[in-house]
């Protein structure tokens, strides 16, 4: 059974960089497509970004677009998200999601497979 584990948050000050890592164990990421997601307490989950089972297709939220940057290694089983030019906004926590589909969604209905979350906080 496919288990996701995220890492890699953390407490930094605007303007910073985090990577935040997504590995898998029990099954190999290869046959799956990944999303990256986040929620602030007080609102709903929303996709940040994905990419396909592939890594040849990515997708991001408007308004990370230009500071995050998804990638795979299916090598090691692990999909990271790069975010630089870290913005108080992004405050929250992180899950990385598992779809068994070539393409990738950024609709939390779209995956069955979740992490447990890495807290993010963006503060001066």
């Known amino acids: 059974q496919l288990q996701l584990v995220e890492s890699g948050g953390g407490l930094v000050q605007p303007g910073e960089s985090l990577r935040l890592s997504c590995a898998a164990s029990g099954v190999t990421l290869d046959y799956y497509a990944i999303g990256w997601f986040r929620q602030a307490p007080g609102k709903e989950r929303e996709g940040v970004s994905c990419i396909s089972r592939s890594g040849g297709s990515t997708n991001y939220a408007d308004s990370v677009k230009g500071r995050f940057s998804i990638s795979r290694d299916n090598a090691k089983d692990t999909v990271y998200l790069q975010m630089n030019s870290l913005k108080p906004e992004d405050t929250a926590i992180y899950y990385c999601?598992?779809?068994?589909?070539?393409?990738?969604?950024?609709?939390?209905?779209?995956?069955?497979?979740w992490g447990q979350g890495t807290q993010v906080t963006v503060s001066s």
């Open positions: 999601a598992a779809r068994s589909a070539p393409s990738c969604s950024v609709y939390t209905s779209h995956y069955n497979n």
